[in-house]
């Protein structure tokens, strides 16, 4: 199975700071990746598909970038709603999809 | 509206059986796949399996198979997850998730089934 790996496990960070989580494939996954956002006790939320592309709704703040095996997610001025735990999900293959191990975004 | 609308949190013993559901609406239930997704208490995400309810196509993650059995039922929009003898380690919130119809992300999710299973 694809390994996926994000870093920071933990980000302490600011309302209005610029903040980038990385996520790492152990393959190349193309642009076969999701960043979705979870609060406690609630669903995730899907954020980006496809690596790079804004779901609908979903604030212009956010943005993905990458292609092969590194990816990063980034929030351009955080705000209260956004803290939140994040995961990266790789889906190349058709019936093996895998998620990162989370991202907890805290305030600092 | 889509929506996929799972059935209430269960508290179990270890050893007993259990099915727990999630009913789709607002779209064409049998085009798209459904996953499960595991969450244990204070852990991240764990892809499980998933089905088509066109024609019950089911992949399962060598995790997770032969421990669970995942179904749908076509005429009532409605996908499972079934343990035939559960376990302690079983405790965890449960989520099923639509797979997008172009790409595998999943684009919508259920509100999640808290299964605890306790002597």
Redesign the interface.
């Known amino acids: 199975d694809i390994q996926m790996t994000q870093s920071p496990s933990t980000l302490s960070a600011s309302v209005g700071d610029r903040v980038s989580i990385t996520c790492r494939a152990s393959q190349s996954i193309s642009s076969w990746l999701a960043w979705y956002q979870q609060k406690p006790g609630k669903a995730p939320k899907l954020l980006i598909y496809k690596a790079s592309s804004l779901e609908s709704g979903v604030p212009s703040r956010f943005s993905g970038s990458g292609s092969g095996t590194e990816f990063t997610l980034t929030i351009s001025s955080l705000q209260p709603d956004d803290f939140a735990t994040y995961y990266c999900q790789q889906y190349k293959s058709d019936s093996r999809t895998t998620f990162g191990q989370g991202t907890k975004l805290e305030i600092k | 509206e889509v929506q996929l609308v799972q059935s209430g949190a269960e508290v179990k013993k270890p050893g007993e059986s259990l099915k727990i559901s999630c009913k789709g609406s607002g779209y064409s239930f049998t085009t798209y796949w459904i996953?499960w997704?595991r969450q244990m208490p204070g852990k991240?995400?764990?892809?499980m399996g998933?089905i088509y309810p066109g024609d019950s196509d089911t992949?399962y993650?060598?995790s997770f198979q032969g421990q669970v059995t995942i179904s749908a039922d076509k005429s009532s929009s409605t996908a499972y997850l079934q343990w035939s003898s559960l376990k302690a380690s079983d405790t965890a919130m449960y989520?099923c998730?639509r797979r997008?119809y172009f790409?595998?992300?999943?684009?919508y999710?259920?509100?999640?089934t808290l299964v605890t299973v306790s002597s």
């Open positions: 996953g997704v991240g995400l764990e892809w998933i992949r993650s060598p989520y998730a997008s790409d595998w992300h999943f684009d999710w259920g509100q999640g």
